[in-house]
Protein backbone atom coordinates (compact mmCIF):
# COMPACT_ATOMS: atom_id res chain seq x y z
CA UNK A 1 0.00 0.00 0.00
CA UNK A 2 1.73 3.46 -1.14
CA UNK A 3 1.00 6.14 1.53
CA UNK A 4 -1.33 8.31 -0.77
CA UNK A 5 -3.85 4.84 -0.69
CA UNK A 6 -3.62 5.18 3.32
CA UNK A 7 -6.37 7.05 5.52
CA UNK A 8 -5.17 10.37 7.12
CA UNK A 9 -5.44 8.29 10.53
CA UNK A 10 -3.09 5.63 8.98
CA UNK A 11 -0.56 8.17 7.61
CA UNK A 12 -0.40 10.04 10.63
CA UNK A 13 0.14 6.70 12.65
CA UNK A 14 2.87 5.60 10.53
CA UNK A 15 4.47 9.22 10.41
CA UNK A 16 4.72 8.96 14.34
CA UNK A 17 5.84 5.74 14.59
CA UNK A 18 9.07 6.84 11.87
CA UNK A 19 9.36 9.80 14.08
CA UNK A 20 9.49 7.95 17.08
CA UNK A 21 11.39 5.22 15.49
CA UNK A 22 14.04 8.28 14.05
CA UNK A 23 14.64 9.86 17.57
CA UNK A 24 14.92 6.06 19.08
CA UNK A 25 17.96 5.56 16.71
CA UNK A 26 19.11 8.81 17.79
CA UNK A 27 19.84 7.70 20.76
CA UNK A 28 20.64 4.44 20.70
CA UNK A 29 23.20 5.14 17.68
CA UNK A 30 24.57 7.63 20.20
CA UNK A 31 25.18 5.04 22.92
CA UNK A 32 26.57 2.38 20.71
CA UNK A 33 29.26 5.12 19.38
CA UNK A 34 30.21 6.31 23.17
CA UNK A 35 29.58 2.39 24.36
CA UNK A 36 27.37 3.32 26.93
CA UNK A 37 24.61 1.23 28.04
CA UNK A 38 26.48 -2.27 27.57
CA UNK A 39 25.03 -4.87 28.53
CA UNK A 40 26.00 -7.06 31.69
CA UNK A 41 26.87 -10.60 30.51
CA UNK A 42 27.07 -13.45 32.11
CA UNK A 43 24.69 -12.01 34.90
CA UNK A 44 22.76 -15.45 36.18
CA UNK A 45 23.31 -15.41 39.92
CA UNK A 46 25.81 -18.19 40.46
CA UNK A 47 28.12 -19.30 43.23
CA UNK A 48 31.77 -20.30 42.93
CA UNK A 49 31.87 -23.36 44.31
CA UNK A 50 35.29 -25.02 43.40
CA UNK A 51 38.02 -23.30 42.05
CA UNK A 52 41.84 -24.52 40.85
CA UNK A 53 44.69 -22.58 39.29
CA UNK A 54 42.28 -20.25 37.03
CA UNK A 55 39.55 -22.96 36.54
CA UNK A 56 36.32 -21.95 37.80
CA UNK A 57 33.40 -24.08 38.62
CA UNK A 58 30.29 -22.28 38.70
CA UNK A 59 26.55 -23.37 40.54
CA UNK A 60 23.53 -21.45 39.32
CA UNK A 61 21.29 -20.37 41.87
CA UNK A 62 17.46 -20.23 41.76
CA UNK A 63 14.94 -22.48 40.11
CA UNK A 64 13.42 -25.52 41.46
CA UNK A 65 15.33 -28.73 40.48
CA UNK A 66 13.42 -31.49 39.20
CA UNK A 67 16.18 -33.91 38.12
CA UNK A 68 18.18 -35.66 40.09
CA UNK A 69 21.83 -35.71 37.72
CA UNK A 70 23.39 -32.47 37.88
CA UNK A 71 24.06 -30.71 34.94
CA UNK A 72 27.64 -30.04 33.86
CA UNK A 73 28.66 -28.04 31.16
CA UNK A 74 32.50 -27.67 30.00
CA UNK A 75 33.09 -24.92 27.88
CA UNK A 76 35.40 -23.89 24.82
CA UNK A 77 39.24 -23.28 25.35
CA UNK A 78 39.22 -20.77 22.76
CA UNK A 79 35.98 -18.77 23.65
CA UNK A 80 34.78 -16.95 26.74
CA UNK A 81 32.08 -19.45 28.57
CA UNK A 82 29.38 -16.31 28.69
CA UNK A 83 28.15 -16.99 25.47
CA UNK A 84 26.57 -19.91 27.24
CA UNK A 85 24.95 -17.32 29.84
CA UNK A 86 24.59 -14.15 27.42
CA UNK A 87 21.69 -12.04 28.69
CA UNK A 88 18.89 -12.25 30.61
CA UNK A 89 16.24 -14.17 28.54
CA UNK A 90 18.70 -14.89 26.31
CA UNK A 91 20.36 -17.32 28.57
CA UNK A 92 21.37 -21.12 27.70
CA UNK A 93 22.23 -21.31 31.05
CA UNK A 94 19.21 -19.98 32.80
CA UNK A 95 16.34 -21.60 30.13
CA UNK A 96 18.21 -25.13 31.33
CA UNK A 97 18.14 -24.30 35.08
CA UNK A 98 14.34 -22.93 34.60
CA UNK A 99 13.94 -26.57 33.21
CA UNK A 100 14.82 -27.88 36.33
CA UNK A 101 18.32 -29.03 36.02
CA UNK A 102 20.84 -28.08 38.64
CA UNK A 103 23.56 -26.33 36.69
CA UNK A 104 27.16 -26.03 36.73
CA UNK A 105 29.61 -24.58 34.17
CA UNK A 106 33.10 -25.12 34.29
CA UNK A 107 35.35 -22.05 33.04
CA UNK A 108 38.32 -22.27 32.30
CA UNK A 109 39.64 -18.61 33.00
CA UNK A 110 41.44 -16.53 30.70
CA UNK A 111 45.37 -18.08 30.26
CA UNK A 112 48.65 -15.87 30.68
CA UNK A 113 52.39 -16.83 30.68
CA UNK A 114 51.68 -18.88 34.16
CA UNK A 115 49.37 -21.63 32.21
CA UNK A 116 51.62 -21.93 28.62
CA UNK A 117 52.89 -25.61 29.78
CA UNK A 118 48.87 -26.27 30.45
CA UNK A 119 48.32 -29.33 28.19
CA UNK A 120 45.56 -31.61 27.07
CA UNK A 121 46.08 -33.75 30.21
CA UNK A 122 46.20 -30.52 32.67
CA UNK A 123 42.19 -30.38 31.71
CA UNK A 124 41.58 -33.99 30.96
CA UNK A 125 43.29 -35.33 33.88
CA UNK A 126 43.82 -32.49 36.53
CA UNK A 127 40.71 -29.81 36.31
CA UNK A 128 38.12 -31.58 35.03
CA UNK A 129 38.24 -35.09 37.98
CA UNK A 130 38.07 -32.60 40.56
CA UNK A 131 35.47 -30.34 39.21
CA UNK A 132 33.49 -33.82 38.92
CA UNK A 133 34.57 -34.23 42.55
CA UNK A 134 33.08 -31.00 43.67
CA UNK A 135 30.15 -31.42 41.54
CA UNK A 136 29.00 -35.01 43.12
CA UNK A 137 30.14 -33.36 46.49
CA UNK A 138 28.03 -30.24 46.26
CA UNK A 139 24.96 -32.63 45.24
CA UNK A 140 25.63 -35.82 46.88
CA UNK A 141 24.53 -37.29 43.19
CA UNK A 142 27.28 -40.00 41.71
CA UNK A 143 25.95 -39.68 38.55
CA UNK A 144 25.94 -36.13 36.44
CA UNK A 145 24.72 -35.19 32.60
CA UNK A 146 28.13 -33.45 31.44
CA UNK A 147 27.67 -31.32 28.15
CA UNK A 148 30.72 -29.81 26.43
CA UNK A 149 30.45 -27.39 23.67
CA UNK A 150 33.15 -26.91 20.88
CA UNK A 151 36.20 -27.95 22.13
CA UNK A 152 35.14 -28.56 25.59
CA UNK A 153 33.03 -31.36 24.01
CA UNK A 154 36.62 -32.59 22.82
CA UNK A 155 37.31 -32.53 26.33
CA UNK A 156 34.43 -34.07 27.62
CA UNK A 157 34.63 -36.75 25.60
CA UNK A 158 38.01 -37.53 26.30
CA UNK A 159 37.52 -37.45 30.16
CA UNK A 160 34.18 -39.49 29.83
CA UNK A 161 36.60 -42.35 27.95
CA UNK A 162 40.02 -42.12 30.01
CA UNK A 163 38.93 -42.51 33.67
CA UNK A 164 37.54 -45.40 35.95
CA UNK A 165 34.84 -43.69 37.29
CA UNK A 166 33.91 -40.65 35.63
CA UNK A 167 30.71 -40.78 36.90
CA UNK A 168 29.10 -39.48 33.76
CA UNK A 169 25.65 -40.83 32.89
CA UNK A 170 24.70 -38.85 30.19
CA UNK A 171 27.32 -37.20 27.20
CA UNK A 172 26.03 -34.45 25.61
CA UNK A 173 28.29 -33.17 22.68
CA UNK A 174 27.27 -29.83 21.08
CA UNK A 175 29.15 -28.84 18.32
CA UNK A 176 31.87 -31.05 18.91
CA UNK A 177 34.89 -31.42 16.42
CA UNK A 178 36.28 -35.00 15.73
CA UNK A 179 37.26 -34.85 12.11
CA UNK A 180 39.98 -32.08 11.76
CA UNK A 181 40.25 -32.59 8.75
CA UNK A 182 37.02 -30.97 8.13
CA UNK A 183 37.86 -27.96 10.00
CA UNK A 184 38.21 -25.65 7.01
CA UNK A 185 41.33 -23.73 5.45
CA UNK A 186 42.87 -22.10 9.01
CA UNK A 187 43.65 -25.83 10.23
CA UNK A 188 44.28 -27.06 6.76
CA UNK A 189 47.35 -24.10 6.49
CA UNK A 190 48.41 -26.10 9.76
CA UNK A 191 48.11 -29.61 8.81
CA UNK A 192 50.22 -29.25 5.40
CA UNK A 193 52.85 -27.12 7.52
CA UNK A 194 52.28 -24.01 5.59
CA UNK A 195 51.79 -22.52 9.21
CA UNK A 196 54.06 -23.38 11.90
CA UNK A 197 51.80 -23.51 15.26
CA UNK A 198 55.64 -22.06 16.71
CA UNK A 199 54.60 -18.52 14.43
CA UNK A 200 51.67 -18.36 16.07
CA UNK A 201 52.97 -18.31 19.97
CA UNK A 202 53.65 -15.07 21.12
CA UNK A 203 55.89 -14.23 24.02
CA UNK A 204 53.91 -15.37 26.53
CA UNK A 205 54.03 -18.86 25.37
CA UNK A 206 50.50 -18.83 24.40
CA UNK A 207 48.53 -18.06 21.19
CA UNK A 208 47.14 -14.73 21.65
CA UNK A 209 43.44 -13.78 21.54
CA UNK A 210 44.08 -11.70 18.59
CA UNK A 211 44.96 -14.50 16.34
CA UNK A 212 42.20 -16.51 17.17
CA UNK A 213 40.03 -13.61 16.11
CA UNK A 214 41.39 -13.11 13.15
CA UNK A 215 40.74 -16.64 12.31
CA UNK A 216 37.40 -16.91 13.31
CA UNK A 217 36.62 -13.31 11.59
CA UNK A 218 38.83 -14.52 7.82
CA UNK A 219 35.97 -17.56 7.89
CA UNK A 220 33.27 -14.60 6.53
CA UNK A 221 35.35 -11.65 6.42
CA UNK A 222 32.57 -9.01 4.80
CA UNK A 223 29.83 -10.14 6.95
CA UNK A 224 30.34 -7.50 9.06
CA UNK A 225 29.34 -5.25 6.65
CA UNK A 226 25.53 -7.26 6.54
CA UNK A 227 25.39 -7.00 10.44
CA UNK A 228 25.90 -3.59 10.41
CA UNK A 229 23.56 -2.65 8.23
CA UNK A 230 21.14 -4.97 9.55
CA UNK A 231 21.78 -3.10 13.28
CA UNK A 232 21.19 0.72 11.28
CA UNK A 233 18.15 -0.90 10.09
CA UNK A 234 16.82 -1.99 13.99
CA UNK A 235 18.83 0.83 15.64
CA UNK A 236 15.66 1.72 16.96
CA UNK A 237 14.68 -2.14 18.55
CA UNK A 238 16.41 -1.76 22.39
CA UNK A 239 15.98 -5.21 22.59
CA UNK A 240 17.63 -5.87 19.14
CA UNK A 241 20.69 -2.68 19.88
CA UNK A 242 21.05 -5.16 23.42
CA UNK A 243 21.42 -8.31 21.95
CA UNK A 244 23.29 -7.20 18.75
CA UNK A 245 26.15 -5.56 21.16
CA UNK A 246 26.31 -8.34 23.22
CA UNK A 247 27.43 -10.95 20.25
CA UNK A 248 29.92 -8.47 19.29
CA UNK A 249 31.49 -8.43 22.66
CA UNK A 250 31.51 -12.02 22.96
CA UNK A 251 32.65 -12.39 18.93
CA UNK A 252 35.88 -10.19 20.04
CA UNK A 253 36.49 -11.23 23.62
CA UNK A 254 38.52 -14.47 22.51
CA UNK A 255 41.12 -15.70 25.15
CA UNK A 256 44.56 -17.10 24.46
CA UNK A 257 45.16 -20.59 24.25
CA UNK A 258 47.72 -21.98 26.33
CA UNK A 259 50.55 -22.93 23.71
CA UNK A 260 51.97 -26.31 25.13
CA UNK A 261 47.82 -27.58 24.16
CA UNK A 262 47.92 -25.88 21.48
CA UNK A 263 50.93 -27.27 20.27
CA UNK A 264 49.55 -31.04 21.61
CA UNK A 265 46.21 -30.63 19.60
CA UNK A 266 48.53 -29.69 16.11
CA UNK A 267 50.16 -32.56 16.22
CA UNK A 268 47.73 -35.00 17.80
CA UNK A 269 44.20 -33.42 16.37
CA UNK A 270 45.01 -31.70 13.33
CA UNK A 271 48.17 -33.33 11.44
CA UNK A 272 47.61 -37.12 12.24
CA UNK A 273 43.74 -36.58 13.00
CA UNK A 274 44.00 -38.80 16.27
CA UNK A 275 40.37 -38.18 17.14
CA UNK A 276 39.44 -40.28 14.12
CA UNK A 277 41.56 -43.22 14.09
CA UNK A 278 41.69 -43.66 18.02
CA UNK A 279 45.57 -43.33 18.49
CA UNK A 280 45.25 -40.23 20.56
CA UNK A 281 47.29 -40.35 23.44
CA UNK A 282 46.42 -38.03 26.26
CA UNK A 283 48.89 -37.92 29.37
CA UNK A 284 49.87 -41.40 28.52
CA UNK A 285 46.90 -42.70 28.03
CA UNK A 286 45.36 -44.20 25.09
CA UNK A 287 42.06 -43.09 24.78
CA UNK A 288 39.35 -45.12 23.52
CA UNK A 289 36.49 -43.82 23.09
CA UNK A 290 33.96 -46.62 23.16
CA UNK A 291 34.79 -47.16 26.58
CA UNK A 292 32.78 -44.97 27.91
CA UNK A 293 29.50 -46.09 29.77
CA UNK A 294 27.68 -42.71 29.39
CA UNK A 295 24.85 -42.55 27.17
CA UNK A 296 26.26 -40.11 24.13
CA UNK A 297 24.35 -37.63 22.64
CA UNK A 298 25.66 -35.54 19.71
CA UNK A 299 23.92 -32.69 18.60
CA UNK A 300 25.29 -30.41 15.45
CA UNK A 301 24.23 -27.86 13.78
CA UNK A 302 23.46 -27.28 9.82
CA UNK A 303 24.91 -24.48 9.73
CA UNK A 304 27.73 -24.05 11.96
CA UNK A 305 30.76 -22.53 10.10
CA UNK A 306 33.36 -22.32 13.01
CA UNK A 307 32.62 -26.60 13.35
CA UNK A 308 31.02 -27.80 10.59
CA UNK A 309 28.66 -30.83 10.53
CA UNK A 310 30.91 -33.01 8.38
CA UNK A 311 33.59 -32.44 11.44
CA UNK A 312 31.14 -33.14 14.46
CA UNK A 313 29.07 -35.94 13.04
CA UNK A 314 31.84 -38.15 13.27
CA UNK A 315 31.65 -38.19 17.21
CA UNK A 316 28.15 -39.63 16.45
CA UNK A 317 29.78 -42.84 15.14
CA UNK A 318 32.56 -43.19 17.65
CA UNK A 319 32.29 -41.85 21.01
CA UNK A 320 30.47 -44.31 22.90
CA UNK A 321 28.79 -47.81 22.56
CA UNK A 322 27.32 -48.11 19.22
CA UNK A 323 23.46 -48.93 21.47
CA UNK A 324 23.82 -45.97 23.27
CA UNK A 325 24.47 -43.46 20.27
CA UNK A 326 21.99 -40.40 20.04
CA UNK A 327 22.41 -37.59 16.93
CA UNK A 328 20.43 -34.34 16.91
CA UNK A 329 20.76 -32.21 14.14
CA UNK A 330 19.89 -28.66 14.62
CA UNK A 331 18.99 -25.85 12.62
CA UNK A 332 21.36 -22.49 12.84
CA UNK A 333 24.93 -21.79 13.42
CA UNK A 334 27.41 -22.52 16.37
CA UNK A 335 25.81 -20.20 18.75
CA UNK A 336 22.83 -22.01 18.30
CA UNK A 337 23.79 -23.71 21.65
CA UNK A 338 23.71 -20.53 23.58
CA UNK A 339 21.93 -17.31 21.89
CA UNK A 340 19.73 -16.39 18.94
CA UNK A 341 15.83 -17.42 18.22
CA UNK A 342 16.83 -20.72 16.56
CA UNK A 343 18.37 -21.28 20.19
CA UNK A 344 14.80 -20.76 21.94
CA UNK A 345 12.83 -22.91 19.90
CA UNK A 346 14.77 -25.74 18.58
CA UNK A 347 18.06 -26.12 20.27
CA UNK A 348 17.49 -25.93 23.95
CA UNK A 349 14.53 -27.48 23.94
CA UNK A 350 15.25 -30.56 22.17
CA UNK A 351 18.74 -30.54 24.04
CA UNK A 352 16.94 -29.96 27.29
CA UNK A 353 13.95 -32.65 26.39
CA UNK A 354 16.83 -34.98 25.42
CA UNK A 355 18.61 -34.57 29.46
CA UNK A 356 14.83 -34.90 30.89
CA UNK A 357 14.49 -38.36 29.17
CA UNK A 358 17.62 -39.46 30.29
CA UNK A 359 17.88 -38.13 33.65
CA UNK A 360 15.78 -39.50 36.69
CA UNK A 361 13.07 -37.28 38.25
CA UNK A 362 14.08 -36.11 41.90
CA UNK A 363 12.37 -37.29 44.87
CA UNK A 364 10.75 -35.36 47.19
CA UNK B 1 12.72 -5.20 4.87
CA UNK B 2 13.58 -2.07 3.22
CA UNK B 3 15.12 -1.67 -0.55
CA UNK B 4 18.70 -0.01 0.60
CA UNK B 5 18.94 -3.02 3.35
CA UNK B 6 18.62 -5.62 0.17
CA UNK B 7 20.85 -4.08 -1.79
CA UNK B 8 23.29 -4.03 0.89
CA UNK B 9 23.10 -7.88 1.41
CA UNK B 10 23.10 -8.24 -2.23
CA UNK B 11 25.96 -6.83 -2.35
CA UNK B 12 27.93 -7.97 0.89
CA UNK B 13 27.28 -11.67 -0.50
CA UNK B 14 28.52 -10.65 -4.09
CA UNK B 15 31.66 -8.88 -2.85
CA UNK B 16 32.19 -11.33 0.06
CA UNK B 17 31.94 -15.04 -1.73
CA UNK B 18 34.75 -14.10 -3.75
CA UNK B 19 36.66 -12.48 -0.98
CA UNK B 20 35.98 -15.39 1.23
CA UNK B 21 37.26 -17.59 -1.65
CA UNK B 22 40.71 -15.56 -1.50
CA UNK B 23 41.32 -15.93 2.03
CA UNK B 24 40.34 -19.51 2.61
CA UNK B 25 43.06 -20.15 -0.05
CA UNK B 26 46.37 -21.87 0.30
CA UNK B 27 47.94 -18.61 -1.17
CA UNK B 28 46.37 -16.55 1.28
CA UNK B 29 48.05 -18.42 4.56
CA UNK B 30 51.25 -18.78 2.73
CA UNK B 31 51.48 -14.65 2.18
CA UNK B 32 49.79 -14.50 6.54
CA UNK B 33 52.84 -16.73 7.57
CA UNK B 34 55.45 -15.33 5.27
CA UNK B 35 54.34 -11.70 6.13
CA UNK B 36 53.91 -12.92 10.11
CA UNK B 37 57.54 -14.26 9.84
CA UNK B 38 58.53 -11.06 7.89
CA UNK B 39 57.25 -8.79 10.71
CA UNK B 40 59.21 -10.89 13.43
CA UNK B 41 62.13 -10.89 11.55
CA UNK B 42 61.88 -6.78 11.25
CA UNK B 43 60.92 -6.91 15.15
CA UNK B 44 64.13 -8.66 15.84
CA UNK B 45 66.15 -6.50 13.73
CA UNK B 46 64.73 -3.24 15.26
CA UNK B 47 64.27 -4.53 18.70
CA UNK B 48 68.50 -5.33 18.35
CA UNK B 49 69.44 -2.01 17.45
CA UNK B 50 67.24 0.02 19.95
CA UNK B 51 68.03 -2.89 22.78
CA UNK B 52 71.86 -1.64 22.04
CA UNK B 53 71.41 1.99 22.18
CA UNK B 54 69.82 1.67 25.72
CA UNK B 55 72.40 -0.53 27.19
CA UNK B 56 74.88 2.18 25.79
CA UNK B 57 72.77 4.11 28.22
CA UNK B 58 72.49 1.40 30.94
CA UNK B 59 68.84 1.64 30.40
CA UNK B 60 66.87 -2.02 30.09
CA UNK B 61 65.36 -2.90 26.77
CA UNK B 62 61.90 -3.99 25.98
CA UNK B 63 63.51 -7.69 25.36
CA UNK B 64 65.37 -7.48 28.75
CA UNK B 65 61.97 -6.49 30.52
CA UNK B 66 60.28 -9.65 28.34
CA UNK B 67 62.99 -12.16 29.41
CA UNK B 68 62.63 -11.45 32.97
CA UNK B 69 58.79 -11.75 32.41
CA UNK B 70 59.38 -15.39 31.02
CA UNK B 71 61.91 -16.59 33.18
CA UNK B 72 59.52 -15.28 36.63
CA UNK B 73 56.88 -17.12 34.31
CA UNK B 74 58.64 -20.50 35.07
CA UNK B 75 59.50 -20.07 38.19
CA UNK B 76 55.93 -19.63 39.06
CA UNK B 77 55.07 -22.27 36.81
CA UNK B 78 57.81 -24.85 38.60
CA UNK B 79 55.96 -23.26 42.15
CA UNK B 80 52.60 -24.56 41.32
CA UNK B 81 53.88 -28.29 40.12
CA UNK B 82 55.90 -28.45 43.26
CA UNK B 83 52.76 -27.60 45.71
CA UNK B 84 50.58 -29.56 43.19
CA UNK B 85 53.45 -32.38 43.59
CA UNK B 86 53.07 -32.04 47.48
CA UNK B 87 48.98 -31.57 47.10
CA UNK B 88 49.05 -35.13 45.81
CA UNK B 89 51.89 -36.37 48.07
CA UNK B 90 49.64 -35.05 50.96
CA UNK B 91 46.40 -36.94 49.78
CA UNK B 92 48.36 -40.20 48.91
CA UNK B 93 49.58 -39.85 52.73
CA UNK B 94 45.72 -39.27 53.89
Known sequence: MTPLQLSPGDLLGRVNRDVERSYLRARNGLRYVRGSNRPKLGSTPKDVVWHRDKAQLWRYRGGSVRFAQPLLIVTSLVSRSYILDLLPGSSAVEFLRDHGFDVFMLDWGIPDELDAGNGLATYVDEYLPRAVDAVRRETGCTELTMAGYCLGGVLAALYASGHPDPGVRNLVLMATPLDFDEMGPMVAALREGRLDPEDLVDETGNVPADVLYSGFFMLAPTTVVAQRATLLENLWNDEFVRGFQAMAQWTRDQVPFPGAAFRELVEQFVRRNALMDGSLHVGGREIDFTTTEAIVLNAMAEKDTVVPRAAAEPAGALVGRPERRHRLLLPGGHVTFGTGRSAFRHTLPSLAGWIAAHSDERSS | ?94
Not at chain 2, 13 to 33: I, K
Not at chain 2, 48 to 76: C, F, Y
Open chain 2, 1 to 94: MPLWLRIVLRLERAVGGPVEAAVHSDTYFDVVAELSRGSRRVTDAVESVSKRGLHLLNLPAGTDIRRVREQLARMDRRLLEISKELEALERERA
